[in-house]
């Protein structure tokens, strides 16, 4: 049987980020993204990501499956529960810590802002009602879902598909091991995709730091520290503290055992891109059951993200402030629901938190032209907001595996 290796060494992955970090800033003097050698470095990120979202479907579809026909229904029932319950208690606790400190901070009280545009896509959007959400969570031709990575309409079918096959009993054995197979082909492919991380990070970061706009960031700062400082407060105090406690791992070693995890999120700013490695991690280094990651790993790289519900907040009382807007309590409890809800309804690819404030900003009336506001520096917040979603996919992974472990 082939050995099967390790990661590579976390010191090559602190390499590359030195490297991606470096060759971005001296990409961005040599003229960003109209130096020749963009182009370059450009196309070696887009194969990565590529390579990265190419293994998406095939492992969320057999992963899911495959935790869907393989368990008790009853046990995957308390584990739809308990893992829905922490998603979202979780993400309120990480749009309630945004408010909070946004409250503190005062990033948006006299500051004088030239925003970009916002673009016309958001502008022109109308925000989904339930029943277009509801309704949305089937898809009427699986195979289209497919197609366009409808990540929920993927969840949902392949759920449906496997608890199908866990009532077939044997009389599914062949497809039951066609999809067992297809998990283990998806997972040898991202073990070589793994290899190829020093090099992607250091790519894509170099990328987005030798395009960054990174004159725009001064007036910025305050909203950054706003945002950036309770991404650190949730990332590094509330979500260990909660692993610790609940799951039994201390905050070191989570924190130590997610970092390939974290820096694949930061570099790629998607969730869903990073959800071949989160899954990897949390098996090979928190000792997570495949049982459990299989299935709340790609449900929550899906709806679970407490950064993006952290900086809709932020962001929303940094937009009402900029306007001389004085938001009341009860409308900062609007806020805090419409951020959560904002959050689950993102897409795990970059900038989609960007997308979804439109519901949080009408929901308190604020103008979407406000949008323009903090455009300038969404790239880079995306970043960071994206490895805390991660962090809290990995987390949850960690305390169902101590609560509800044993099948
Ligand atoms: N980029 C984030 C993610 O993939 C979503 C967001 O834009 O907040 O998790």
Redesign the pocket.
């Known amino acids: 049987m082939e050995r099967e290796r390790e990661f590579v060494s976390i010191r090559w992955v602190v390499a590359g980020i030195l490297i991606g970090i470096v060759g971005g800033l001296l990409l961005y003097r040599a003229g960003g993204a109209e130096s020749p050698l963009f182009g370059i470095v450009g196309l070696g990120a887009d194969l990565f990501i590529r390579l990265l979202r190419m293994v998406i479907v095939p492992l969320v579809v057999a992963s899911l499956i495959t935790a869907a026909a393989g368990l008790d229904t009853r046990y995957l029932g308390r584990l739809g529960v308990i893992t829905l319950v922490y998603y979202t208690t979780t993400t309120v606790l990480a749009a309630g810590l945004g408010l909070v400190i946004v409250n503190l901070v005062d990033p948006g009280v006299g500051a004088v802002l030239q925003g970009a545009q916002t673009p016309q896509e958001i502008l022109e959007r109308e925000p989904p009602t339930f029943a277009d959400l509801l309704r949305n969570l089937i898809p009427a031709n699986p195979v289209d879902a497919l197609a366009r990575t409808d990540m929920l309409q993927i969840i949902s079918f392949s759920l449906i598909v496997g608890v199908a096959l866990n009532l077939m009993g044997d009389r599914a054995q062949a497809i039951k091991g066609f999809v067992s197979e297809l998990l283990e082909l998806s997972m040898v492919i991202v073990r070589w995709v793994l290899y190829l991380l020093p090099v992607g990070v250091a790519l894509l970061l170099a990328r987005a730091i030798g395009q960054a706009g990174w004159e725009v960031f001064a007036p910025l700062a305050k909203y950054m520290g706003a945002v950036l400082g309770g991404l650190a407060v949730h990332g590094l105090i509330v979500l260990p503290l909660l692993v610790w406690l609940l799951g039994g791992v201390s905050p070191w070693r989570f924190l130590k055992g997610i970092t390939n995890a974290m820096i694949t999120?930061l570099s790629t700013?998607?969730?869903?891109?990073?959800l071949p490695v989160t899954m990897r991690t949390v098996e090979r280094e928190l000792k997570v059951p495949g049982y459990i990651s299989r299935f709340c790993i790609p449900i929550g790289?899906t709806v679970n993200?407490d950064?993006?519900a952290l900086?809709e907040a932020v962001a929303a009382l940094f937009i009402a402030q900029a306007y001389g807007v004085q938001l009341e309590f009860t409308q900062q409890i609007v806020v805090l629901f419409t951020a959560t809800l904002a959050?689950i309804g993102?897409?795990?690819?970059?900038?989609?938190?960007?997308f979804t404030m439109v519901i949080v900003l009408q929901s308190v009336g604020l103008p979407l032209e406000g949008i323009g506001l903090i455009l300038a520096v969404d790239r880079i917040l995306?970043m960071f907001?994206?490895m805390v979603?991660?962090e809290g996919d990995a987390g949850g992974a960690v305390i169902l595996a101590n609560i509800v472990g044993r099948k």
């Open positions: 999120a700013s998607s969730s869903a891109a990073t790289a993200m950064g993006t900086y959050a993102a897409a795990g690819i970059p900038s989609a938190g960007l995306d907001r994206t979603n991660v």
